[in-house]
């Protein structure tokens, strides 16, 4: 399983971005994927996750209103669609997708793409 992001980019506060990961398996083996971020010095941060088969969502308090997590099964792709940015929101943001693959649990993750707010 390969994980691309892209829709990283420079904004002013207050704008917005949408992110993207492209699979390049059928989402049908993958059982949720995620959004995280990280910020150099700092621990990776759980930003969204989503649910491949019913599309249940979760967010961090911290993006919670702002941010949306979607996926499209047909098209194997997950999106982050960020709005109201601000400087708190620079980092880089990664794709992950957990899948059970003979009983193992396996993490498979993107090379990551950058966000920078400015204010």
């Known amino acids: 399983v390969q994980l691309v992001e892209s829709g990283g980019g420079s904004v002013q506060a207050g704008a917005s971005l949408r992110l993207s990961c492209a699979v390049s398996t059928s989402t049908a083996v993958i059982n949720a994927m995620h959004w995280y971020r990280q910020v150099p010095g700092k621990q990776r941060e759980l930003v969204a996750s989503?649910?491949?088969?019913?599309?249940?969502?979760s967010y961090a308090d911290s993006v919670k209103g702002r941010f949306t997590i979607s996926r499209d099964n047909a098209e194997n792709t997950m999106y982050l669609l960020m709005n109201s940015l601000n400087a708190d929101d620079t980092a880089v943001y990664y794709c992950?997708?957990?899948?059970?693959?003979?009983?193992?649990?396996?993490?498979?993750w993107g090379q990551g793409t950058q966000v920078t707010v400015s204010s």
């Open positions: 992950n997708a957990v899948a059970i693959e003979g009983g193992l649990v396996r993490a498979y």
């Open positions: 989503i649910t491949t088969s019913a599309g249940y969502t």
